[in-house]
């Protein structure tokens, strides 16, 4: 691929002052429901981007970035004229997208010709003038403005007018150029790595390993591919041999020890890498002694951080946590825009499986193999490795509520008794200590003892090897049962949104509700009902059909009517909106047996109300 960076060869322009622009443009609109696909492969880039600085004034290093300003540009949800703008500064770029021949924008019409929209990210993500990245940064335009065609104005977020939807069929569709020549910018920048510093590669390893298996499984297949990451792999691991300091007091079997499970924790990730490419090819290749030291200060603190955000970003069930990252330091580095980012990239999975059909084990090929090697461990360092994950995602302990440190991190309480299970409100504290279904009251001294045990510090891979063996197998148990109850509970959702679902669907028909009702489907259209002052949801024609509908034998509407009105005051008062923040909140504070009690209660409603009032010839049904 000739690299063609643009009018006489320079790189293209960036637009000036990104952090001001992002201020002055961006608006917080978290309720579009694809925006999240389209900013998780923008932060790849953002995070890609640190690892190599610009030289140019300004240029964001890993010193010098401001994650809210990169991520509020990224999510932004701009008016016409705000966008209109965006794409006036991003198409001056110049790309080599068609494999070797200047990509010349004039005014967005080349761009709206190839791709379907002028929106191009090159300003926001290309943060490198270096020639060798090039190819890199254009994999990631295509991914991105793929994205867009099919995710912005031009595809299905603002359809009018009844147009369908225009869903790719398959992966490989979301890249507008092509996968061949997506393929082969990959592979370029691939040869032109001939620094052999471990640091970017291994992280820059897993982002390559994210597009792969999340967007174009094709590049698996590529032999190229494989042999030139194993390739930058080896030459980093060679390097590293050849820079070996021996641990201190080698002779010391404790100290050895310490040395030996810190390095394997922070080497799993790129060997889960590798095995999807070769699982042989680095067989015996690396040992404790041999990649001790394998980071430098900086660059070790810099790569544990980086590495810890990728995992919320591919989603946190998937991954053990970053022992050794302390979670304190880790909030304090990046915690606000990780918050942020979270919230809005939450349903970036479901929408790949809802419309690829594919689930999270196809996109993830190495989390089985992940989980069975942590199988093969000792049970206490399994159960030590799920607590840390426990309290570095700061779920609140409550059953069934989905706040976290992450979502309010100002009023969040732990437990003084064993320090790993937290509560959003003194009132969750008080109905977690013994409920029915996952009381803390009965695993708070199992985990306060697990946690002396250990020397008061789980990521201490060293430490809680040694004190393991000093661990009753009967507390290990119970732990590893409460962690399992505890990830159920906190991840049974369908109850719950299917609930809000009803009451948004039962809440704009105009009909009377009362399944006894011979008049129940049968109405003039200006029709005016009474709605029950109680929840506002049920309407009926009359006060002797709402004196029925409160006793039905069936549905009795007073079984479920304070359960509704429950959720509608968490909800603000509004259940419409299924986007809206506070019908989030809402559907977080909703306890599983309110939302178990009302989905019994509408299937029976239904199917009385379908049963007892057929529609006569001519009767219409307004929704």
């Known amino acids: 691929m000739e690299l063609v960076h643009g009018p006489n060869g320079r ?44 030289e140019g004034k300004g240029g964001i290093t890993a010193t010098n970035i401001v994650w809210p300003a990169v991520l509020s540009f990224l999510m932004a949800k701009r008016t016409p004229e705000q966008r209109k703008k965006l794409q006036s500064d991003m198409n001056t770029c ?102 052999p510093a471990p640091f970017p590669l291994l992280l820059l ?41 021996p641990p201190p007091n080698p002779w010391f079997p404790e100290a050895k020890l310490s040395v030996t499970e810190t390095l394997k924790l922070r080497i799993s990730p790129v060997e889960m890498f590798l095995s999807n490419f070769s699982p042989t090819t680095m067989k015996n290749a690396l040992t404790a002694q041999e990649v001790y030291q394998f980071w430098g200060a900086h660059d070790r603190s810099f790569f544990d951080w980086a590495t810890a955000v990728l995992r919320l970003f591919t989603a946190s069930s998937l991954f053990p ?17 990780i918050m942020v980012f979270r919230s809005v990239t939450s349903s970036m ?38 607590l840390l994950w426990v309290k570095f995602e700061g779920r609140c302990g409550k059953a069934g509520c989905t706040e976290s440190l992450q979502t309010i991190s100002t009023h969040f309480q732990r437990c003084t008794g064993c320090g790993i299970v937290g509560w959003c409100s003194k009132e969750h504290q008080r109905l977690s200590w013994k409920d029915t279904c996952h009381a803390h009251w009965d695993v708070c001294k199992a985990l306060a003892h697990f946690v002396l045990t250990a020397g008061g510090d789980l990521s201490d891979g060293g430490k809680v090897a040694r004190a393991g063996p ?43 509700f009362s399944a006894g009702c011979t008049r129940a489907k049968i109405y003039p259209a200006s029709k005016k009902f009474d709605t029950c002052k109680a929840c506002g949801i049920f309407r009926y024609c009359n006060a002797e059909c709402q004196k029925r509908g409160w006793k039905d034998p069936a549905a009795p ?31 977080g504070h909703v306890s599983i047996d309110d939302a178990a009690l009302a989905n019994d209660w509408f299937t029976r409603f239904n199917r009385e109300h379908s049963e007892r009032s057929p529609l006569g010839p001519g009767d219409k049904i307004e929704l």
């Open 470 to 512: 000093r661990i009753p197998l009967t507390e290990v148990q119970l732990i590893s049962d409460w962690i399992n109850t505890f990830n159920s509970l906190q991840n049974n959702t369908k109850d719950r949104k299917d609930m809000f679902e009803m009451l948004r669907t039962h809440s704009n028909r105009n009909m009377c």
């Open 94 to 195: 110049s790309c080599p997208i068609n494999a070797g021949s200047a990509f010349v924008h004039k005014d967005g019409a080349d761009a709206l010709a190839r791709t379907g929209t002028t929106f191009f990210a090159h300003g926001i993500i290309r943060v490198n003038t270096n020639d060798n990245m090039t190819p890199y940064h254009c994999l990631i335009i295509h991914l991105f403005t793929g994205l867009s065609k099919y995710l912005t104005s031009l595809g299905v977020t603002r359809l009018a007018k009844g147009r369908t939807s225009e869903w790719p069929t398959v992966p490989s569709e979301l890249l507008p150029h092509g996968v061949a020549v997506t393929i082969e910018s990959l592979e370029a920048w691939l040869e032109s790595l001939h620094d």
């Open 321 to 337: 946590p970053q022992v050794g990252v302390d979670p304190k330091q880790f909030w304090a580095q990046g915690g606000s825009t």
């Open 205 to 245: 390893t897993q982002l390559v390993r994210l597009c792969c298996t999340l967007i174009i499984p094709d590049m698996v297949a590529s032999p190229k591919i494989s042999r030139l990451v194993v390739s930058a792999l080896c030459k980093a691991y060679e390097e590293a041999k050849s820079t070996v300091i």
């Open 557 to 587: 509407h007073k079984e479920v009517c304070p359960v509704i009105k429950r959720v509608i005051a968490n909800g603000g008062g509004d259940v419409n909106d299924e986007h809206t923040t506070s019908c989030r909140t809402a559907e």
């Open 349 to 386: 999975f479901s929408h790949l499986s809802n419309k690829y059909g594919i689930t999270r084990d196809a996109l993830e090929p190495g989390v089985h193999t992940m989980w069975e090697s942590m199988e093969k461990e000792a049970p206490w360092e399994n159960v030590c490795r799920r």
């Open 11 to 54: 790189p293209p322009p960036q637009p000036a002052s990104a952090q001001n622009k992002a201020i002055e443009w961006c608006k917080y609109g978290l309720s579009d429901p694809h925006w999240p696909v389209i900013c998780a492969m923008g932060f790849l880039s953002a995070v890609e981007a640190v690892c190599e600085p610009s």
